[in-house]
């Protein structure tokens, strides 16, 4: 007989993303902004595909985006053109995305309901809605993210070998994708740790392979550049340094997280209060509590990337979704007051641009 209750939380889930996705198509309309980012990324597609490279072409969208313009260009062959093959791709990562994060709130909190709000958290946010969904290749590094710690989840839940190296090999992909994906490296350091402590040698004996797989697909593709371009990671990191420059980082990082979290900002404190003084309560197993600090653990490193916006903090809410997943299974049972809170969190984050940024943000 068709389980009715195993299946409403994913469908409902899966009807929330093509709204979501519908909405941005004819909410947000995205398109390629000439003045974005979209066109440097037209154009090392172009030069992919023809190998004609032009006077002064910069390639730091190969190098920091190489598999993400291979899978646009692959794909364009069948959808017929390059944007709409791109607006492919970042929708299957998308729902794909979504569901990986699903799944790893299910199995780690035990509750559908905890993991269909928990998802929504991630989906539905502003950087996901206009980023995610629009012409840029920020998604892929998400979207990597999350499948590596899903899969390292699994790691901790059965100890099959298998399921480490496929989170390793997460990491190799997804930073050929955006270099959001090696943050999942650190999760994966901190439960090799845990689960190997004191013993040294079996860390690094059981860290190697994992290692391997997480880094060698990058370095090759750095040599080649290199090779090729002359140009390095340290070159990019240099443009940005010298590109973003701030009079205060503290009041960016205020303003880009008001506009990232906005009213997320609640349930987050409450998830923070609940895992700080009744995570045990919560989560009884110890591996579960270390794999969620090592999820917010991961996510410091971008605090040091010269630039502060929106796109690339978005890196932090799956970190911040799994706290207030803490707030969301402590009163899972009043979920329908927490629905109404995410339609709120919804509207805003869809107005967001035409409305609210324009009237609070203040000239700092």
Known sequence: MFDYKNKIWKSALLLCLVGLTLLSVYVLKPHVDPNG????????????????????????????????????????????????????????????????????????????????????????????????LGFFMDIGGWAFYIFSIYFLFLYTESKNWKHLLVSALMVGLGGLFKEYAFLACIPIFCYLVYDNYPSLWKIIKKGLAPATIALL???????????????????????????????????????????????????????????????????????????????????LPIFFWPAITQRILFITLPAIALVSCFAFKKYEKYWYLFLVFLVCYVIINFIMDSFLLSHINLPF
């Open 37 to 132: 980012d979209g066109p440097s990324y037209l154009e090392a597609i172009e030069v992919m595909q023809t190998r004609q490279i032009p006077q002064n072409f910069n390639p730091n969208r190969i190098l920091t985006t190489f598999l993400g313009l291979q899978t646009v260009s692959l794909l364009s062959h069948i959808t017929g053109n390059v944007v709409s093959a791109w607006f492919v791709m970042n929708l299957a990562l998308y729902f794909l995305m979504a569901i990986a994060f699903y799944n790893l709130t299910t199995g780690l909190f035990g509750s559908e309901r905890t993991a269909f709000l928990g998802t929504l958290l991630l989906v539905a946010n502003y950087a996901a809605i206009n980023f995610g």
């Open 217 to 299: 697909p990058t370095a090759i593709l750095h040599l080649y550049i290199y090779q090729k371009f002359h140009y390095t990671y340290l070159d990019w990191l240099s443009m940005n340094q010298n590109y973003y420059i701030y009079e205060s980082r503290i009041i960016e990082y205020i303003k880009s997280f008001g506009s990232l979290l906005n009213i997320l900002f609640f349930p987050f404190i409450f998830g923070l209060y609940f895992l700080l003084r009744r995570g045990s309560e919560i989560l009884p197993e110890r591996k579960y509590l270390i794999f969620v600090w090592s999820a917010v653990l991961s996510v």
